[in-house]
């Protein structure tokens, strides 16, 4: 029962984290503007597990029209900060009880979140009489749309409950082994713990960075998306682009030009996987000589990160869906993706993670071998 009731304990917190993040975020961001901020907060949650919202609003006059739109994204800085916290409760004081607590936990939190995105319903009040065309492409061909509303108007949003749960189950089945591998292979938990420090510091740069550049709105933003801003960083610097493109009647409202690859972002790419190399590289015990214990970091590193870029890779995508009903029948006004190639960022993952890890291992022997040194 002790074991179980930790096992509720680690869910309940890594809920209340992500409660925490989304809240900051969009405070920062200004979302109480638009509508209750708890039930935007519950929302955000939500998506952070893998639902999806629906905004819905029928245009005021009695006229048998409803607009209909779709969101699926995922901020992963919620995500992150619910499994971080799940899996450190989950491994303390003991490892014996692991899994014990991590089935708990699996079930508790679907639980939890669901409940969440019964929440997350509520009102936005959002601007009207926004031109879509005018310029480029839409305002040559039909001229600019206006909507045919004055003032402001209200559209209720709610978030699909089914997707947030089946995604919760299989992101606490991804932390629970995780943490299972810890306990049984000890170079899994060296690795992580080398980690901790290089990403909390990464974390503390980006924000203050983005506040100091870009004010509060951009510290949310980053808050609540940093491992898609930093991976898709990453990989734009090593040469992967994200496509962004667009359909329906007010496509070319979205002026998509292609993301530049390369560039300044390569420099960028270098220190983050570099970092990343060198701190887990000095963190970790490797039997050998240089060359050798170079070789063998290398050997896991590089496929690490290919695989880490990746699945940041397909879990950041981005789709929005607008459509328009009436008299029965649907016609989509307006649709929009952004995505990346997960293979391409495999390929980029291992050459750069191969380069990164290969330097990153010498420079840790380096910075070791001068600190004895000193010491002496």
């Known amino acids: 029962m002790r074991e179980a009731g930790r096992g509720l304990l680690a869910a309940a917190a890594a809920l209340l984290a992500m409660a925490g993040v989304a809240a900051a975020g969009l405070a920062l961001l200004g979302a109480g503007r638009f509508g209750g901020l708890g039930a935007l907060t519950a929302a955000a949650v939500a998506l952070a597990a893998g639902g999806s919202a629906e905004v819905g609003t029928t245009p005021a006059g ?20 619910g499994a971080v916290v799940l899996g450190s409760l989950l491994l303390r004081r003991r490892e014996t009880g692991v899994l014990v607590r991590g089935a708990v936990a699996a079930v508790a939190l679907p639980v939890g979140l669901a409940a969440i995105a019964l929440f997350a319903r509520g009102t936005l009040t959002m601007p009207a009489g926004v031109t879509a065309g005018g310029a480029g492409g839409c305002g040559r061909a039909i001229g600019p749309a206006r909507l045919p509303l004055s003032g402001r108007f209200d559209a209720g949003f709610s978030v699909a409950v089914g997707p947030a749960v089946v995604g919760a189950v299989a992101g606490a089945l991804v932390v629970v082994g995780v943490c299972w591998l810890v306990t049984r292979f000890p170079a899994v938990a060296t690795g992580l ?16 960075v983005a506040w100091a550049f870009g004010g509060g709105a951009a510290a949310g933003g980053v808050l609540l998306a940093l491992p898609q801003l930093v991976c898709g960083a990453v990989l734009l610097g090593l040469g992967v682009p994200w496509t962004i493109s667009s359909s329906g009647v007010f496509s070319c409202a979205l002026h998509a030009a292609p993301v530049p690859t390369g560039g300044p972002l390569l420099g960028l790419s270098a220190v983050v996987l570099l970092g990343w190399g060198l701190a887990l590289a000095a963190g970790r015990r490797r039997p050998g000589g240089p060359l050798r214990r170079a070789a063998a970091f290398t050997g896991w590193f590089a496929p690490a990160t290919g695989a880490v870029l990746a699945v940041v ?3 950041s995508r981005i789709s929005v869906d607008v459509t328009v009903g009436a008299f029965g029948f649907s016609l989509p006004v307006f649709a929009a ?17 191969a380069v990164a890890g290969f330097a990153g291992s010498l420079l840790a022997d380096g910075i070791s071998v001068s600190s004895r040194v000193w010491k002496r």
């Open 62 to 81: 009695g006229l048998p029209i409803a607009v209909r739109g779709g969101l699926d994204v995922l901020p992963l800085g919620v995500s992150l900060a």
């Open 313 to 315: 890779t397909l879990l």
């Open 337 to 353: 993706r952004v995505t990346a190639n997960p293979l391409l960022a495999v390929l980029a993952g291992l050459a750069g993670g």
């Open 193 to 208: 713990r080398a980690a901790r420090w290089p990403a909390a510091g990464l974390v503390v740069l980006s924000l203050t």
